[in-house]
């Protein structure tokens, strides 16, 4: 079953729950962590949707977390870490 980003999910009684909003989770959760978000998140799905690929691919965790700092910007190690956390916990 893929999951797409507003894919409905079952309970357990057979009844539709309400849609799964990956990308809303993703962006709430990354503010929630006090990363900066733009007005359209676009660029963060976008690198959410990069980081779920490399982890998918096998990439080390930590090669991802080094390369997200150093975007620069607002961009710290921290900040890294708890994007690369959003993203596997809500995006892939």
Same mark, same amino acid.
């Given at each position: 079953?893929?999951?797409?980003? !507003? !894919? ?9 729950? $309400? ?10 959760? %990354? ?14 799905? %976008? ?13 080390? $965790?930590?090669? %991802? ?10 961009? !710290?190690?921290? $900040? ?13």
């Amino acid at each position: 079953m893929t999951i797409s980003a !507003t !894919t409905p999910i079952s309970t357990s009684d057979g009844e539709a729950a $309400r849609p799964i909003d990956k990308r809303a989770e993703y962006l709430a959760a %990354l503010s929630a962590e006090g990363v900066p978000v733009s007005v359209s998140g676009d660029s963060e799905v %976008l690198i959410a949707q990069g980081i779920c690929n490399e982890l998918a691919s096998g990439a080390a $965790r930590a090669k %991802l977390v080094d390369d997200l700092a150093r975007m620069g910007g607002v961009m !710290t190690p921290g $900040r890294a870490e708890a994007m690369l956390a959003a993203a596997e916990q809500t995006y892939c």
